[in-house]
Structure formats: structure tokens, C-alpha cells
């Protein structure tokens, strides 16, 4: 990989914290329906709740793919020349990129289904 393309990576990735800064806020946002909802039994508050979960999960779930993806290619950049750690480094980064992404999926799938707010979750 050229400088030129490390020098693109970090910018988008300086876009995706920006990205991780409005999904805390959300987050934080969201809290105050669930909190209202619980205390209330506002049903408003609920599906403000539910639908702000989903679009985090939604967009983290994008933010994921992207990192996966770019995992996938390192993988598939490695030579037979290159150094065992390089290796061993690059697989353990796809394995943990894949993982981020089934959670963020699973995540998703919980924040759809979960019509009734039974489960906590969280963008961690």
C-alpha cells in the first residue's frame, strides 16, 4: 500500500470517528425516550426510542462493512514473502473486523425486533 493510499485511509477514517461522535450523541438523544418512555409508559417515546436505535445500528452496520472490506483486501494483499506476524496480524484483523460486523448485525436485528424494549442495548 502506497502513502498515498495510507495518507486516504486515515482520512476517511478521521470521517468515521466524526461518524462515532453523532452516534454517541444519538445515543445519548435516545436515552431520554427510553428513560421517558419507562417512567411514563409513553408509547411516543418508545418508537422515537426504537426508531434511533435502528438508524444507529443502520449506520453502524455500514461503518462496519467498510472496515471489513478494507480488512478483506489487506487479506487478500499478502504475499507469500511477506513476514509470518504480517500474517498472522492481517488474518486477526479480518477475523476481528468479521466479528464487529456480525455483532452490529445482530445488534440491528435486535433494535427491529425488539418492539417492546425488553432488551438493552448499547453502541459500545
Known sequence: M?????????????????????????S???NKYESDYFKYNDTIS?????????????ILVIVYLYIFKGSFNDLMMIKKGD??????????SY???LL????GIIF???AYKDENIDVEIAFN
Open 2 to 26: 502506497s502513502i498515498n493510499d495510507k495518507l486516504k485511509q486515515i482520512t476517511i477514517e478521521d470521517y468515521i470517528w466524526i461518524i462515532y461522535i453523532g452516534i454517541i450523541v444519538s
Open 28 to 30: 445519548w438523544y435516545a
Open 46 to 58: 418508545k418508537e422515537k426510542y426504537r426508531r434511533i436505535m435502528i438508524r444507529i445500528f443502520t
Open 83 to 92: 513476514n509470518s506476524k504480517k500474517k498472522e496480524l492481517t488474518y486477526l
Open 95 to 97: 477475523v476481528g473486523s
Open 100 to 103: 464487529i460486523l456480525f455483532s
Open 108 to 110: 440491528l436485528y435486535i
